[in-house]
């Protein structure tokens, strides 16, 4: 064989080794991409399922979410105590409470030490549901009932303010700090204005209530004032005390 055909044999040798080769090169790469993509592909599945279990459960533990905020009541110590007592349900329920638990006035009244102090006076219950004391507030101002409880000189608009310092129940709170920081109390003011909050301090129920440190311990706590603006109060203790299959 001539020297010109062996070397045309050689290069044609070479490049079908080469084509092979390339072949070869071209099938390793692509494989290689299919099952990267495969696997990124299902680590990026894992991911976002992973990422929306996350979210969801950052959402249901976000602090002030309801769920949470009823789970919180509904395991305290202080609601299961008191969730099938009957003066707790009567109040809870009547009319007149919810339709003053929606006022953040009289909630944040409610769980304050001071008016629930004084409200476990006799005579502050006893003055509140005077008739002489009504009429003293709405016929007045805080700082004419502060001046009367502290002077023996009543001044102008004399008879109501003389009639509200013969009262014994006043004469007993006259010179009580707490009492005096209510009357400037604005939210007290407005409230001892309406029937139904009058009502509500001289029932029963409140009375029985308001003695009761598990109740004064759950009207401070802030998630119950956040039920009671919402007005799912009631709902919480049907459901705690079995009415509405609560999980106990």
């Not at 944040?108 to 629930?116: D, E, N, P, T, Y």
């Not at 409230?191 to 109740?215: A, G, H, P, W």
């Amino acid at each position: 064989m001539s020297q010109t055909g062996s070397i045309r044999k050689w290069r044609f040798s070479i490049l079908i080794g080469g084509g092979v080769l390339a072949a070869a090169v071209l099938i390793y790469f692509a494989n290689g991409r299919i099952n990267s993509d495969k696997t990124q592909g299902a680590i990026g599945k894992r991911d976002v399922y992973r990422d929306g279990q996350v979210d969801a459960a950052s959402v249901g533990a976000t602090p002030g979410t309801a769920p949470v905020a009823t789970q919180a009541i509904l395991e305290s110590k202080e609601f299961k105590a008191l969730a099938k007592n009957q003066a707790f349900q009567s109040l809870i329920n009547s009319q007149g409470f919810q339709q003053l638990e929606r006022q953040s006035g009289f909630v944040q009244l409610l769980g304050s030490a001071s008016f629930q102090q004084l409200a476990q006076s006799p005579a502050f219950l006893d003055l509140t549901s005077s008739a002489v004391f009504q009429q003293a507030l709405l016929q007045s101002h805080s700082n004419q009932l502060n001046s009367a409880s502290h002077s023996q000189q009543l001044g102008a608009q004399s008879l109501q303010f003389a009639s509200l310092q013969q009262n014994t129940s006043f004469q007993a709170l006259k010179d009580n700090a707490a009492f005096n920081s209510l009357l400037e109390n604005q939210s007290f003011l407005d409230l001892m204005k309406t029937q139904v909050f009058v009502s509500l301090l001289s029932s029963s129920s409140f009375r029985s209530l308001i003695i009761n440190q598990s109740f004064l311990s759950l009207t401070a706590q802030a998630s119950f004032q956040n039920a009671l603006l919402s007005g799912s109060a009631a709902n919480l203790v049907l459901r705690e005390s079995g009415g509405g299959g609560g999980n106990r």
